[in-house]
């Protein structure tokens, strides 16, 4: 079955390149229970709204971490890695310099900071992605930093 290529092939991906990535979200308070519970994180800083209010120097919930990273890298998606990846490789960081709440909208931009072609895969690269996140005030709220293997664009035989 052929499916629709959006991401871009090793040989787009040029060192430099920022891609702003169309789709927003906005994170709702069901988005972050659902994620914290699901995966079994039972901190008090996501799930218990007088705890926050009473107890902490924020007031109110915050947005699970984890749940944000993966908000960020899948609204990448579709503007870099859909159909061209072969797998991620990993992350070299991941920073949250603000935190998001429920009803923070974010937006995503990614910039390739390096690219080659694999010494050991025939027609496959190691791209360096650094993926930045915003809230609906510009303030950065996400910064990680990861590594995919790429796939090059296939030749006509």
């Known amino acids: 079955?052929?499916?629709?290529?959006?991401g871009?092939?090793?040989?787009?991906?040029?060192?430099?390149?920022?891609?702003?990535?169309a789709l927003r979200r906005t994170i709702t308070?069901?988005?972050?229970?659902?994620?914290?519970?699901?995966?079994?994180?039972?901190?008090?800083?996501h799930l218990d709204a007088d705890y926050a209010a009473k107890e902490t120097?924020?007031?109110?919930?915050?947005?699970?971490?984890?749940?944000?990273?993966?908000?960020?890298?899948?609204?990448?998606?579709?503007?870099?890695?859909?159909g061209t990846t072969?797998?991620?490789?990993?992350?070299?960081?991941?920073?949250?310099?603000?935190?998001?709440?429920?009803?923070d909208t974010i937006r995503v931009e990614t910039e390739v900071m390096a690219?080659?072609?694999s010494s050991s895969r025939p027609g496959q690269g190691i791209v360096t992605?650094?993926?930045r996140a915003f809230n609906q005030n510009d303030v950065?709220?996400?910064r990680a930093v990861r590594n995919a293997l790429m796939l090059a664009r296939p030749t006509s035989d």
Not at 8 to 21: N, Q, S
Not at 29 to 45: C, G, H, Q, R, S
């Open 115 to 117: 690219s080659r072609e």
């Open 129 to 131: 992605f650094e993926h």
């Open 57 to 82: 120097e924020f007031g109110k919930p915050l947005v699970n971490s984890l749940l944000t990273l993966g908000m960020v890298v899948g609204i990448s998606v579709h503007e870099t890695t859909l």
């Open 29 to 45: 308070e069901a988005d972050n229970v659902f994620f914290t519970t699901m995966t079994m994180n039972p901190a008090w800083l």
């Open 140 to 142: 950065p709220v996400c």
């Open 86 to 103: 072969v797998a991620n490789l990993g992350f070299d960081k991941a920073d949250f310099p603000a935190p998001l709440f429920h009803g």
């Open 8 to 21: 871009k092939w090793l040989e787009e991906l040029t060192v430099g390149l920022v891609i702003p990535h």
């Open 1 to 6: 079955m052929d499916r629709p290529v959006t």
